[in-house]
Structures are given as structure tokens and as C-alpha cells.
């Protein structure tokens, strides 16, 4: 896993004070980052469009039209003039060179946005808003310096943005390009190194970046073993319940030795999961919520006071009774209404899912410091799972698992690892992991995927 960081000025400036770099040097490094990957999309002599801005971003763009220059065809783009002290300097070794320096858009092979970097914390003008339109309705390859433009310092878009396919990220990770409405725009997010180790240059960090590596399946490693080895999720079906039989089966399918459903009606399962009307004496996790509808409370009670690990997801969200749980090392799997509605059950916040998405982070973290033992899985297209202070994105899921049911497999993948004995947290990241891994497997249309098959995807993994 990666660190990702809410700011690196604190860190550009720990370079400055205790490594004896320069702002100069830095920035060196942050156009030869832009640069290789200029050398990396097309040929020597391609024409390239560089938009820069006012500020240090923008000074990035200048530097590199410096680095390109008689290699390829550079038109460099000021539209607002310049600020700062960097960006004055690296203009002057432009003009030196007589780098031609544009007035008004041109489609080129590959437009750079240096306009706008990381800190942006306001509306764009709309002078600002036509540029990016203009941008964004070429036909050319797109490279975003830091983040792409329009993109806020706290990951929101208020206007427009510029679409990235690749965004280059000076120094480290920064969340802002980790939120939902920013995965349309960043591209293939890649960290430019300034002049240092991202080791080196990176401190703490309570945010990281999973990576596939992260993942760790439930393989049978030990010969001398029988199905009760392996655990026994238990099932809780309510009125919906294909929900519970699509956890059930998805639990089956990533290593559970044995599945049993509970309903009280007779349901049709396949042979090998089972069925029974109240918890079982062997039972060491369970799954609770999918499709649940209204459900006896006092039965709801009962199974929630029992010392097994629990994953909750849907409809319980919705119900007080969660509120006695939550003291406990559970997993809670929401989406963002069912968030919404926990928070204000949790009396932490009374608001709009339109809120919520602009400051998952936020929210995240606020509910986990009032239940630190709580692991929460917020589903998103950037999923977050938080725990206490630590915050994990995975940002390998896609529009595939937009879908009815593709919640339930999730739930059934952590149900499963519970019943296996990972701890609350790791069944979450590992099952989030397979979830997402086993979608971007997926080779049909990607509007074609049902339950079945992204548990067949996951028996692959």
C-alpha cells in the first residue's frame, strides 16, 4: 500500500529545511516527470500544448516547455499571466530560448494542464471554465500536472475540470484525487519524483492507497484439515431473500468450509449451502442486513449480542437497534444513503448524500473516532475502509459492479474471511480487494455482469 496525504507543502517545505534542496530543484524534477511521460505517449517533433497558470503549477508547465524544446513542437499557453517568484524565473529561461509562447488555443498532439495544482480552494471563472470546455473537446492525449484543473483541494468539482488520461502527482498521493466525482477525471495517477526517494520524502501518513499486492486469499495451505477448519458463516435471509443466498454463495465460493441460511420460510439453495432457522452451535461469523426488510427486533438483539465477528450491511442501517452494536470490532458495509442515515442515527451528522460525497473523508473519519472498533467499509467508486485513525481507499473498482447484488457478494466475501478467522479490518481490505480485482476481470460488457458471475471471477483469483 501507498501513502496518501491531505497537503505536501509541509513535505516540500521539510525538503527545503532538512535536505538542502530548493524550490528550483524540486520543480527540475517535477517537469523531467512531466516530460518522460510526454516521451513516453508519442514520437519526437509531435506538437505539445502547455496551459499554464499563475502560481507554481504553472511554473511546472514553463519548465517543462524548457525540456521538450527542439525535441518536439512546443506551443506554451499563459493565459492569466504569472505570479509567483518560480514562475517569473522560469519564464525569463524560456523567453531565452525563444520558446514560442501562444494567445489562444490550439489542438495539439498532447495537451498539458499545468493551470491549477493541488491547492485550488475556489470556483473557477468562467474564463477558466471555457479554456477547460475547450480542452477537455479535443481528440488528443491529456496529461494533467498535480491534479487535473478544476479539481479542488478537497477532491470536489463545482464546475467543470479537465479530463486527465494520465495525472502526474508531485511527490506523493494527495486524497483530493481519491474522491468519487475526481475518478472521471484524474486518468492513471502516477507520482513524479523531486529529487528524492518517495521514502524519504514522505512522513506518517493515516491514509494509504491499497494495492492488489494487499490482497491476501484465503489458500488452503494446511493437509491435515476438514470443512469445520475453514469456518461456518451463518446467513441471516429476510424478506429479500436472494440478497442472503447471493451472500451465502459468495461466501462458499472464497473459502468457507461451511454456509448455513437463516430464514424462517423455506427457500430454495443450492445443495451445498444450508438452511436453518436460528443460529448454529458451530457458528464463527455471521452476515446480517442483505435484504433483511423488517425483522423481529428482539431476534435482531440476540444476534447481535453474540460474541461472533459480524459484517452488516442494507437495511439495518436504518434500524436503532445497529446502535447496540456498535461498541463491538463489527464491519458495516453502507453505501452512501445508508451512511447518511447512520450518521444521523449516530447523532453525528443530519445530512444530504450530496454532502456526504463531497467529504467522504471527512465523514469517515468523524464516525470512526466516535467508534473506533468499528471497521466501515464506504462504498463508493473509490471505496473507503476506515478503522479508528487509519483510512484505506481502494480505487480498483469500476462502473462493472453497478449493479443489484454486487453489495451482497461483497458482504459474502467478508462474511467469509470472518468465518476464517481474519481479523475484522483484513477481511475487509481482502475482500474488498477480490471484489474489485475480480470485476476488473470480467471480459463480457461491462453493462452485462450479474452476482454469479463475479463470483465466479473471484473462484479465479
Given at each position: 500500500?501507498?501513502?496518501?496525504?491531505?497537503?505536501?507543502?509541509?513535505?516540500?517545505?521539510?525538503?527545503?529545511?532538512?535536505?538542502?534542496?530548493?524550490?528550483?530543484?524540486?520543480?527540475?524534477?517535477a517537469?523531467?516527470?512531466l516530460?518522460?511521460?510526454?516521451y513516453?505517449?508519442?514520437?519526437?517533433?509531435?506538437?505539445?500544448?502547455?496551459?499554464?497558470?499563475?502560481?507554481?503549477?504553472?511554473?511546472?508547465?514553463?519548465?517543462?516547455?524548457?525540456?521538450?524544446?527542439?525535441?518536439?513542437?512546443?506551443?506554451?499557453?499563459?493565459?492569466?499571466?504569472?505570479?509567483?517568484?518560480?514562475?517569473?524565473?522560469?519564464?525569463?529561461?524560456?523567453?531565452?530560448?525563444?520558446?514560442?509562447?501562444?494567445?489562444?488555443?490550439?489542438?495539439?498532439?498532447?495537451?498539458?494542464?499545468?493551470?491549477?495544482?493541488?491547492?485550488?480552494?475556489?470556483?473557477?471563472?468562467?474564463?477558466?471554465?471555457?479554456?477547460?470546455?475547450?480542452?477537455?473537446?479535443?481528440?488528443?492525449?491529456?496529461?494533467?500536472?498535480?491534479?487535473?484543473?478544476?479539481?479542488?483541494?478537497?477532491?470536489?468539482?463545482?464546475?467543470?475540470?479537465?479530463?486527465?488520461?494520465?495525472?502526474?502527482?508531485?511527490?506523493a498521493?494527495?486524497?483530493?484525487?481519491?474522491?468519487?466525482?475526481?475518478?472521471?477525471?484524474?486518468?492513471?495517477?502516477?507520482?513524479?519524483?523531486?529529487?528524492?526517494?518517495?521514502?524519504?520524502?514522505?512522513?506518517?501518513?493515516?491514509?494509504?492507497?491499497?494495492?492488489?499486492?494487499?490482497?491476501?486469499?484465503?489458500?488452503?495451505?494446511?493437509?491435515?484439515?476438514?470443512?469445520?477448519?475453514?469456518?461456518?458463516?451463518?446467513?441471516?435471509?429476510?424478506?429479500?431473500?436472494?440478497?442472503?443466498?447471493?451472500?451465502?454463495?459468495?461466501?462458499?465460493?472464497?473459502g468457507?468450509?461451511?454456509?448455513?441460511?437463516?430464514?424462517?420460510?423455506?427457500?430454495?439453495?443450492?445443495?451445498?449451502?444450508?438452511?436453518?432457522?436460528?443460529?448454529?452451535?458451530?457458528?464463527?461469523?455471521?452476515?446480517?442486513?442483505?435484504?433483511?426488510?423488517?425483522?423481529?427486533?428482539?431476534?435482531?438483539?440476540?444476534?447481535?449480542?453474540?460474541?461472533?465477528?459480524?459484517?452488516?450491511?442494507?437495511?439495518?442501517?436504518?434500524?436503532d437497534?445497529?446502535?447496540?452494536?456498535?461498541?463491538?470490532?463489527?464491519?458495516?458495509?453502507?453505501?452512501?444513503?445508508?451512511?447518511?442515515?447512520?450518521?444521523?442515527?449516530?447523532?453525528?451528522?443530519?445530512?444530504?448524500?450530496?454532502?456526504?460525497q463531497?467529504?467522504?473523508?471527512?465523514?469517515?473519519?468523524?464516525?470512526?473516532?466516535?467508534?473506533?472498533?468499528?471497521?466501515?467499509?464506504?462504498?463508493?467508486a473509490?471505496?473507503?475502509?476506515?478503522?479508528?485513525?487509519?483510512?484505506?481507499?481502494?480505487?480498483?473498482?469500476?462502473a462493472?459492479?453497478?449493479?443489484?447484488?454486487?453489495?451482497?457478494?461483497?458482504?459474502?466475501?467478508?462474511?467469509?474471511?470472518?468465518?476464517?478467522?481474519?481479523?475484522?479490518?483484513?477481511?475487509?481490505?481482502?475482500?474488498?480487494?477480490?471484489?474489485?480485482?475480480?470485476?476488473?476481470?470480467?471480459?463480457?460488457?461491462n453493462?452485462?455482469?450479474?452476482?454469479?458471475?463475479?463470483?465466479?471471477?473471484?473462484?479465479?483469483?
Amino acid at each position: 500500500m501507498q501513502k496518501v496525504f491531505y497537503e505536501v507543502d509541509s513535505l516540500d517545505k521539510r525538503c527545503y529545511e532538512e535536505f538542502a534542496l530548493t524550490e528550483d530543484l524540486l520543480m527540475e524534477h517535477a517537469a523531467s516527470s512531466l516530460s518522460r511521460e510526454i516521451y513516453k505517449q508519442v514520437d519526437k517533433n509531435k506538437s505539445v500544448f502547455i496551459v499554464c497558470g499563475m502560481g507554481n503549477n504553472g511554473a511546472d508547465g514553463i519548465a517543462l516547455a524548457r525540456l521538450l524544446f527542439k525535441c518536439f513542437d512546443v506551443k506554451l499557453y499563459i493565459p492569466f499571466g504569472i505570479k509567483s517568484k518560480m514562475a517569473e524565473l522560469q519564464l525569463k529561461r524560456v523567453r531565452l530560448l525563444d520558446i514560442e509562447i501562444v494567445d489562444e488555443l490550439i489542438e495539439c498532439d498532447i495537451t498539458v494542464d499545468c493551470l491549477f495544482g493541488s491547492g485550488l480552494n475556489k470556483d473557477l471563472d468562467e474564463k477558466s471554465q471555457y479554456i477547460i470546455n475547450t480542452l477537455n473537446s479535443y481528440d488528443n492525449s491529456k496529461i494533467s500536472c498535480d491534479i487535473p484543473s478544476g479539481v479542488n483541494n478537497l477532491g470536489q468539482v463545482t464546475t467543470v475540470a479537465f479530463e486527465a488520461d494520465v495525472t502526474i502527482t508531485m511527490g506523493a498521493l494527495k486524497a483530493s484525487l481519491f474522491t468519487d466525482i475526481a475518478k472521471d477525471f484524474v486518468g492513471d495517477i502516477k507520482v513524479a519524483n523531486l529529487g528524492i526517494q518517495r521514502e524519504v520524502y514522505e512522513t506518517d501518513a493515516n491514509i494509504y492507497l491499497l494495492e492488489k499486492e494487499d490482497m491476501e486469499l484465503p489458500f488452503r495451505n494446511k493437509k491435515d484439515s476438514h470443512k469445520g477448519t475453514y469456518g461456518h458463516l451463518n446467513v441471516v435471509a429476510g424478506c429479500k431473500k436472494g440478497a442472503g443466498v447471493i451472500a451465502a454463495k459468495a461466501a462458499f465460493g472464497f473459502g468457507t468450509g461451511l454456509v448455513s441460511v437463516i430464514c424462517h420460510e423455506n427457500i430454495d439453495l443450492p445443495y451445498h449451502i444450508m438452511q436453518t432457522h436460528k443460529l448454529t452451535k458451530n457458528c464463527t461469523a455471521i452476515a446480517l442486513g442483505m435484504g433483511l426488510g423488517r425483522y423481529e427486533e428482539d431476534e435482531i438483539k440476540k444476534i447481535l449480542e453474540k460474541d461472533i465477528p459480524i459484517i452488516i450491511d442494507a437495511d439495518l442501517f436504518y434500524e436503532d437497534v445497529i446502535l447496540e452494536a456498535l461498541d463491538k470490532e463489527i464491519v458495516l458495509t453502507p453505501h452512501p444513503k445508508e451512511f447518511c442515515e447512520l450518521l444521523r442515527l449516530c447523532e453525528i451528522a443530519d445530512i444530504t448524500i450530496e454532502t456526504l460525497q463531497d467529504n467522504r473523508f471527512k465523514y469517515s473519519e468523524v464516525f470512526c473516532k466516535k467508534y473506533p472498533k468499528v471497521v466501515l467499509l464506504l462504498k463508493g467508486a473509490n471505496v473507503l475502509i476506515s478503522q479508528n485513525d487509519k483510512v484505506y481507499i481502494n480505487n480498483l473498482g469500476s462502473a462493472v459492479l453497478a449493479k443489484g447484488g454486487s453489495g451482497d457478494v461483497l458482504s459474502g466475501l467478508v462474511g467469509s474471511l470472518l468465518a476464517q478467522g481474519y481479523s475484522p479490518l483484513n477481511a475487509t481490505i481482502s475482500a474488498s480487494l477480490a471484489h474489485a480485482i475480480a470485476a476488473g476481470n470480467y471480459r463480457k460488457n461491462n453493462y452485462s455482469l450479474i452476482p454469479s458471475d463475479l463470483v465466479e471471477e473471484v473462484k479465479k483469483l
